[in-house]
Structure formats: C-alpha cells, structure tokens
C-alpha cells in the first residue's frame, strides 16, 4: 500500500525537530499545521479503510471456524447415524475447510499488522499536532523576541563601535571649542562696557559736593 510508504515519511522525523531548525518559525509553525492536519485527515481515512480489512479478514475467520465445527458435527452425528460414508464425505470437507483457514489466517494476521501500523502513525501525528498546536503561541513569541533581540544587538554593535564613539568624540570636543570662544567673547564685551562707564562716571569731574565747595574751588582757580 502507497499509504505506508508516504506516511513512514511523515512519521520519521519529528514535526517539532523540523520546526526547530526552521529558518522562519513563524511561517513555518503555521504551514507545518496546515500540511499536518491534511496529513492527519488523510492517515485517518486510510486507517479507517484498514481497520476496516482487518475486521473482514477476521469475520472470515470466524466464519470458516463455524464452518468446520458445523461440517465436525455433521460427521459425527453421521457416524452415529451409522451412515460411515456420510460421515467421511463431511470430513473430507472439514479438512477442505481447515486448509482454506490457515490461508485465513494469515490474511487476518497481515492485515491486523497493517491496521495495528496505521493507528500507530495516526497517534503520533495526531499527538506531535497536539504538542506542536500547544507550542505554537509561545514559539511564536519567542521568534519575535529573538528578532527584537537581534535588531537590538545591531543597532548596539553600531553605537558602540570605535569609529562611532569617535566621531562622537570629535563632535563634543567641537561643541566645547565653540563654547569656550563664545564665553571668551561674551567677556570681553563685559570688560569694554565697564571701562566706558567708569569713563562716563568720572569725564566730568567729582559731582554731588555743596554749593560752598563749588565756590571755593571756582576762586582757587581764579586766584582770588
């Protein structure tokens, strides 16, 4: 049956394994459940049609058994009967019979190791479906988190290399120098206003004395 092959497939690897190494496990987590669940729907429609030529193999069986325990008692209550050939014809066909369940038999034992296979592997692609479903959220949220990490790491990397910190160097020290100059500058212009006023205070001579020590000083000049 095609069905044991393709599905050996499935089954050999682990659906969660697979996801691991996925290089985009948000993708792949939603694409893994997707071609699963078709998988699953698929092994149980086959399983179901197994299980269903198990049960016919065994209903044959079963079948064959009344046959031969019918044709036995026949035979013997021929014997009984003292009818001997009757008894031999039906025990001729017992054995027929017997012959026939041996071949029965093995068609009922390789069928219910075909079916027995089947509900293996619908049990464990329905339980890694299970597992990978109950995982799916937190994978999800751990992809992102790694890529947020990752992002950040390089944008870390780039702050903190030399050649950044030194161009950040040379831009302060940059600032510093301009900052200095307009300072220096701002000083000066201080200096010159206080000159100016001092010169304006005293262009004129001491002001505020009485009238008296005006007219002293203005007879001291004229020699009087």
Do not use: W
């Amino acid at each position: 049956m095609g069905i044991f092959s393709r599905m050996k497939d499935i089954m050999s690897s682990n659906i969660n394994a697979l996801l691991d190494k996925a290089e985009n496990p948000q993708k792949m987590i939603d694409q893994m459940l997707r071609q699963s669940r078709e998988d699953l729907a698929e092994v149980k429609k086959e399983t179901g049609a197994v299980m269903a030529n198990e049960t016919a193999a065994l209903n044959k069986v079963k079948e064959c058994e009344e046959t031969i325990a019918k044709f036995t008692k026949a035979a013997e209550n021929a014997v009984k009967a003292g009818n001997d050939a009757d008894a031999l014809q039906l025990i001729q066909s017992k054995n027929r019979q017997l012959e026939q369940l041996n071949g029965l038999k093995e068609n009922y034992e390789a069928a219910h190791a075909d079916a027995e296979n089947m509900r293996a592997m619908y049990r464990k692609l329905s339980n890694d479906i299970a597992s990978l479903e109950g995982r799916a959220d937190m994978i999800k949220g751990k992809a992102a988190t790694a890529k947020a990490r990752e992002h950040a790491n390089k944008v870390t990397a780039g702050v903190g290399n030399t050649s950044s910190l030194e161009a950040f160097d040379r831009m302060e020290a940059k600032v510093n120098k301009q900052l200095d100059t307009a300072n220096a500058i701002a000083s000066l212009d201080k200096e010159g206003a206080a000159d100016t006023d001092l010169l304006s205070k005293y262009a004129s001579g001491p002001s505020g004395g009485s009238a008296q020590d005006e007219l002293e000083a203005m007879k001291a000049k004229l020699g009087m």
